[in-house]
Each structure stands twice: as C-alpha cells, then as structure tokens.
C-alpha cells in the first residue's frame, strides 16, 4: 500500500481511522497507568484514614472546652491531695489528727528521709507508723489512712498483741511501713 492509497482509503473512512487513533492512544494510556494502580490505592487508603481522622477530630472537638476544664479541675483536686516532703510538722499532724479520729494510741509515727530524684514529678514520701489499741480502732485506723484526703500505699504491717497491764488482753499493736504519694 502506498501513501496513494493510504491517503485515499483514509479520505474515505474517517470516523473509523479517528476511532482507530482513539483506541490505540486508550490502549497506551492504559498500558502506561497500569503499572500505578497500587500506589493509587494506598495514596487512596492513606487519604481516607487521614479524612477519616479529621471527621472524628471535628466530632470530638465540639465538647473539648468542657473536657479541659473537667481535667484542669481533677489536675487541682489531684494536686490538692499530695503530700509536700518538706513539710515534716504538717505532714505528721496527719497522722495526729487520724489518731484523735481513730481513738488509738500513736506510740511512733516517723518521716523516712525522701530519696531524692530529680526526673521524678511526683514522689512516695516514706513514713514508719507504730499504733496500739482494740482490733476495731486498728482497723479504723487503716481504713481512714486508705480512705484518707492523701494517696496512701502500705508496704509492710506487723500485727501483734499488745503488751502491757493496760492493754486487758484486747489490745494490739501494728508497725505499718507506708508511702504516701507527695512532691519533693
């Protein structure tokens, strides 16, 4: 065939040689975006999870002045129940005034030195605690020291009876090793 006929036969027919061009320029484009099939999915995946987090940012940002201050107000409750290190005569009037509560005997209550560590915002304040009295003002006791305004941990309780005329028979005592939670 030459450019003769070609040029004829083209003159002739065309809508079938532009539909001819069309599908073999679909079939290149085709061929050439074949291959990025995968990384469209996962740029459509990633952009979805992205949209998908921003529509639940929106959605939980409607209360988000409420939920700050709820947490700025627990931070101030939280902060209000420490204990200061620093403050020896404070810190034992604690257990003082759980004595007058609890109606036991304080026969030893004593700060342990803080260990002192600088990463650390928050701190166990290490205390030793001896009381006597009846089984229920003992109990009492470490129900209002567990309940109490300050975060408390017992590490160690010793039981044993009482010794003594006064203490009749009923009477016991508890050496309580305990931390409570407090700033340096």
């Given at each position: 065939?030459?450019?003769?006929?070609?040029?004829t036969?083209l003159?002739?027919?065309?809508?079938?040689?532009?539909?001819?061009?069309?599908a073999?320029a679909?079939?290149?484009?085709?061929?050439m975006?074949a291959?990025?099939?995968?990384?469209?999915q996962t740029?459509?995946?990633?952009?979805?999870?992205?949209?998908s987090?921003?529509?639940?940012?929106?959605?939980?940002?409607?209360?988000?002045?409420?939920?700050?201050a709820?947490i700025?107000?627990?931070?101030?409750?939280?902060?209000?129940?420490l204990?200061?290190?620093?403050?020896?005569?404070?810190?034992?009037?604690?257990?003082?005034?759980?004595?007058?509560?609890?109606?036991v005997?304080?026969?030893?209550?004593?700060?342990?030195?803080?260990?002192?560590?600088?990463?650390?915002?928050?701190?166990g304040?290490?205390?030793?605690?001896?009381?006597?009295?009846?089984?229920?003002?003992?109990?009492?006791?470490?129900?209002?020291?567990?309940?109490?305004?300050?975060?408390?941990?017992?590490?160690?309780a010793?039981?044993?009876k009482?010794?003594?005329?006064?203490?009749?028979g009923?009477?016991?005592?508890?050496a309580?090793?305990?931390?409570i939670?407090?700033?340096?």
């Amino acid at each position: 065939m030459n450019s003769a006929e070609l040029s004829t036969t083209l003159k002739k027919h065309p809508i079938g040689v532009a539909c001819a061009l069309v599908a073999i320029a679909c079939g290149v484009m085709l061929y050439m975006r074949a291959g990025n099939i995968a990384a469209s999915q996962t740029e459509s995946d990633s952009a979805t999870a992205e949209a998908s987090k921003m529509t639940g940012n929106v959605r939980n940002s409607a209360s988000l002045v409420e939920h700050a201050a709820e947490i700025e107000s627990l931070s101030k409750e939280f902060e209000g129940r420490l204990m200061k290190a620093g403050q020896l005569a404070v810190n034992l009037q604690y257990f003082y005034k759980l004595e007058a509560e609890t109606e036991v005997k304080l026969v030893d209550v004593r700060q342990s030195t803080v260990p002192r560590n600088a990463k650390s915002q928050y701190i166990g304040v290490p205390f030793t605690v001896t009381i006597q009295g009846s089984f229920a003002q003992v109990t009492g006791f470490l129900s209002r020291l567990q309940s109490g305004p300050h975060f408390c941990r017992i590490n160690t309780a010793t039981f044993s009876k009482a010794g003594g005329e006064n203490a009749g028979g009923t009477g016991m005592t508890l050496a309580l090793s305990l931390d409570i939670l407090g700033q340096p």
